[in-house]
């Protein structure tokens, strides 16, 4: 008898259990238009809606709490909508074991209220209610390359209607896109062509479609760079101008080369494109010479290796001495036969005719730094804007230092800087286009301190002051600094002098000290030294020290 009563009792938990499904208003008629249900569980608090046949998503919302009526029974009274069309379909409740369907009924498309455009890689997936884009899958396409883009008109969930009419206008965000002239409802042929992000192998356009009364819809379309098909060359003054379409003329980028000066290093990047001029980042490896058009061709790089890594060569020197004043074509090629797809004319000034080099000073302490300064001339006129190229012929290399050794010369002047760690000559040769001249830096030891009298013996005649003498450079001084310190190497006295003062000004200089501590008082018997540092307008220091002896 127990085994029978508990039997009896899980069939009526089972049964209990069972999810009903009801549309009091009627059933579902329209796409997305909604509909009251009436959803009731004597288990389940929250179920999961589908469509039958498939259990497809075309539900909105795919899930629903029920709300607790009663000690054992939970109910969902609300509006829900149904995303698909479609005939002899049900409405499908679920969660775990549990289940409960619906009655039949006919649903229709939706009213036109949409447009929709589905680019290569994309899939039009209408009706999803989990999936409220429309479509799935990444739109991507090769820069330049012609691809179908579908444009429908919707409903409400992206069932496309094809009775519903309309004409719709094509807008992208890539400049150089070719969108048709006039867009259909149905497959159109679009061409993207930008990567507007340099040195990446692609970057996002956007491809929106809308028109009269339907919201527009836009896809999120990766253009990808296709293979290098050119070189292209920037000089300074232009830039590159990715997915230009121009066919003629200069193509491929922006603006206007600088002038070039005669024999004077001319700097150009070198970049390889596809079809649509957008940089190639995966080309790599190979070796590019730039050339002077002509018969034959004239090579403007020489020796020198460029390589292409990473689609580009930055900084190739092309050197106009050898070619014509006046205009060069040029164009470059490289190991691997790709060549420019047109040549650059770059204007050829004439060379600097006159060029002067003078250090200030020219005789300069160890560690001290000294001007290289250039000046050049072009026809008699200052050089407008140029370099000059600094290195040491002669002297110890090792110790020999130059701030920087290409040197910018505007409105016919440029400097740097030079200093050397230990004494001696150095020559210095400075080229400027077809000019050379040379410079002889020369570099002394560090003028000490002089301490009169040594040894100071107070009372004693012409002992009043002890005077500290050394030397400072042309320029001046920004600060001097006397210390004189114990044997234990205590500060006893401190004396510090701004530009402006005396004992700051260029030339021999001289500071008096009556022999008292900070304190006033008189220092003690014994050795001293005596530490002057100079700071120099540069920034530079020269430390100078000499030992003295104090006697009562």
């Known amino acids: 008898m127990k085994k029978v009563a508990l039997l009896t009792v899980l069939l009526v938990v089972a049964a209990s259990a069972a999810i009903t499904i009801t549309f009091p208003g009627g059933d579902p008629t329209t796409v997305g238009v909604p509909v009251r249900v009436v959803i009731t569980s004597d288990a389940v608090d929250n179920v999961d809606l589908f469509v039958n046949p ?132 149905g497959n159109n042929t679009i061409q993207l062509r930008t990567v507007d992000v340099e040195g990446a192998a692609s970057s996002v356009q956007t491809v929106t479609v809308s028109g009269g009364s339907y919201t527009s819809d836009v896809s999120n379309v990766t253009v990808n760079v296709g293979t290098a098909s050119y070189l292209l060359i920037l000089c300074n003054g232009e830039d590159e101008l990715q997915g230009d379409d121009a066919t003629i003329g200069v193509r491929g980028k922006t603006g206007e080369p600088v002038d070039a000066t005669l024999g004077d290093l001319y700097l150009v990047e070198i970049r390889a494109v596809d079809d649509c001029w957008n940089w190639v980042p995966s080309y790599t490896d190979t070796e590019v010479n730039v050339f002077a058009a002509g018969t034959p061709p004239v090579d403007l790089t020489d020796q020198t290796i460029n390589a292409i890594s990473g689609g580009h060569a930055t900084g190739v020197n092309v050197d106009f001495k050898t070619v014509n004043v006046g205009g060069e074509n040029i164009f470059a090629e490289d190991s691997k036969g790709l060549k420019t797809a047109y040549s650059t004319e770059v204007v050829v000034l004439p060379g600097i005719d006159s060029l002067e080099v003078s250090l200030s000073p020219s005789t300069v302490p160890v560690g001290v730094h000294s001007d290289l300064e250039v000046r050049a001339w072009v026809a008699g006129a200052p050089l407008t804007f140029g370099s000059a190229l600094a290195k040491l012929i002669d002297g110890p290399a090792a110790y020999f230092h130059i701030l920087e050794d290409t040197i910018q010369i505007q409105d016919g002047f440029g400097s740097t800087e030079v200093w050397a760690d230990t004494v001696g000559t150095y020559v210095i040769e400075v080229t400027a286009g077809a000019q050379v001249k040379t410079a002889v830096l020369t570099v002394e030891e560090r003028p000490g301190v002089t301490v009169i009298p040594n040894p100071f013996k107070y009372g004693a005649e012409g002992h009043d002051k002890i005077k500290f003498s050394y030397k400072v450079e042309e320029a001046g001084a920004a600060e001097i600094m006397l210390l004189i310190a114990d044997p234990y190497g205590n500060i006893v006295y401190k004396a510090t002098y701004e530009k402006g003062a005396p004992e700051a000004d260029a030339g021999t200089q001289e500071i008096s000290w009556d022999g008292k501590n900070s304190k006033g008082n008189r220092i003690a018997s014994g050795m001293y030294q005596a530490v002057v540092k100079i700071t120099l307008t540069n920034l530079s220091t020269e430390t100078s020290k000499k030992n003295f002896i104090v006697i009562w």
């Open 54 to 185: 498939g259990q497809e998503t075309w539900t909105y919302p795919t899930e629903v709490d029920l709300t607790q009526t009663g000690p054992t029974t939970f109910e969902y009274d609300d509006d829900i909508e149904i995303t698909h069309p479609g005939t002899n379909i049900t409405l499908y409740a679920s969660k775990g074991a549990e289940h409960g369907e619906s009655s039949p009924f006919t649903v229709v498309e939706g009213p036109a209220v949409k447009w929709q455009i589905v680019a290569p890689g994309e899939t039009a997936d209408p009706g999803n209610a989990t999936n409220p884009d429309g479509k799935t899958g990444t739109a991507s396409v090769t820069a330049g390359g012609d691809s179908i883009y579908t444009i429908s008109i919707c409903d409400k969930w992206y069932n496309v209607l094809t009775s519903a009419s309309g004409t719709p206008s094509l807008a992208t965000s890539d400049t150089f896109g070719k969108l048709p002239a006039t867009p259909v409802v």
